[in-house]
Nanobody, 122 residues
Framework: VQLQASGGGLVQAGGSLSLSCAAS????????MDWFRQAPGKEREFVAAISWSDGSTYYADSVKGRFTISRDNAKNTVYLQMNSLKPEDTAVYYC????????????????WGQGTLVTVSS
């Protein structure tokens, strides 16, 4: 199983970036796909989640209204559209997959992508 994250880069505050997470190696139809991020010197934190089966979504309060998570079932790919970026969004972003429990926010994902760096300059 492989999760390949891409799309990170350098952007000015107020700008936009789109991240992708291509999944392969198994059927993910019953899985949840989440994005997490880890800023320098901080713990990894949840960003957004989507149910692969019904497309339901959930966001951290810090990104609600600015970020949008979506999926393309045909391409086995999950996206994170990030708008109105702030310097505090600077982090390495990771995609993760796992079987959801009570919610689609994964506590212990089964699979992790390698991470992609997003840097937002002020």
């Amino acid at each position: 199983v492989q999760l390949q994250a891409s799309g990170g880069g350098l952007v000015q505050a107020g700008g936009s970036l789109s991240l992708s997470c291509a999944a392969s190696g198994r059927t993910f139809s019953t899985y949840a796909m989440d994005w997490f991020r880890q800023a320098p010197g901080k713990e990894r934190e949840f960003v957004a989640a989507i149910s692969w089966s019904d497309g339901s979504t959930y966001y951290a309060d810090s990104v609600k209204g600015r970020f949008t998570i979506s999926r393309d079932n045909a391409k086995n790919t999950v996206y994170l559209q990030m708008n109105s970026l702030k310097p505090e969004d600077t982090a390495v972003y990771y995609c993760a997959a796992g079987v959801p429990g009570h919610t689609i926010v994964l506590v212990t994902p089964d699979y992790w992508g390698q991470g992609t760096l997003v840097t937002v300059s002020s």
